[in-house]
């Protein structure tokens, strides 16, 4: 079953823009990891953050978890072309032995 | 990051016939594999973790004698679906872990039952 609730579920922005999304989890964790995937193909790992970290960043992503929320946001900024994919996150519970709980995605389309 | 392969790309069988997607794990050792599937502008769904040398724990509604999951080697795993059916049409993807936390992904296979 899935855990993570995300939303928005489309969003549409302009290059140059920053596109933040959501996604909300009901369980206890480990980490919560997000991925990108472009149509029909399989998933880019982007960036994992655990449960005792609260903001991460890697180039143009940001990530923020929020425990007490059980929330977790992503940030692009100075979106690009390139960044249209959909965008899912994935929690791995303190006791699911590694196993990825996926949200349902956000999908972004940035247009030039 | 890590590359996992998976083969192949995409499939098309009649009904009835089974088919064997590889899963495999390119320049790291992968104790534990997951395959999902994913319906299409759908997230992933677990179908079951593999760890090498031992059986596949599946997910609740999985039917485990129709998904079978060997996981032979630390670079190798394989889901062969059984007597398919158009249901079964999906996007299969695998993913793999080390000694780390992340799980990194094949690029998936298509199967298309007809």
């Known amino acids: 079953s899935q855990q993570g609730e995300e939303d928005p579920q489309a969003l549409s922005i302009q290059e140059g823009e920053n596109a933040t999304m959501n996604c909300s989890y009901k369980?206890?964790?480990?980490?919560l990891q997000w991925y990108r995937q472009n149509s029909g193909r399989g998933l880019v790992h982007l960036i994992l953050?655990?449960?005792?970290?609260r903001e991460k960043h890697s180039g143009r992503l940001r990530v923020t978890l929020d425990t007490s929320k059980k929330s977790s946001s992503l940030l692009i900024t100075a979106s690009r072309a390139a960044d249209t994919a959909s965008y899912f996150c994935a929690t791995d519970g303190d006791d699911s032995w590694g196993k990825l709980q996926f949200g349902a995605g956000t999908q972004v389309v940035v247009t030039p | 990051g890590a590359v996992v392969s998976q083969h192949p790309s995409r499939v098309i069988c009649k009904s009835g016939t089974s088919v064997k997607i590889e899963c495999r794990s390119l320049?790291?050792?992968?104790?534990?594999m997951f395959w999902y599937r994913q319906f299409p502008k759908q997230s992933l769904m677990l179908m079951a973790t593999?760890?090498?040398?031992?059986?596949?724990?599946?997910e609740q509604g999985v039917e485990k004698d129709k998904f079978l999951i060997n996981h032979a080697s630390l670079t190798l795993s394989t889901l062969t679906v059984t007597s398919a059916h158009p249901e079964d049409s999906s996007f299969y993807i695998c993913s793999a872990s080390g000694q780390e936390e992340t799980q990194y992904f094949g690029p998936g296979t298509r199967l298309l039952v007809l």
């Open positions: 593999s760890n090498e040398g031992s059986k596949a724990t599946y």
């Open positions: 369980t206890s964790i480990n980490n």
């Open positions: 953050i655990r449960s005792n970290e």
């Open positions: 320049d790291f050792q992968a104790t534990t």
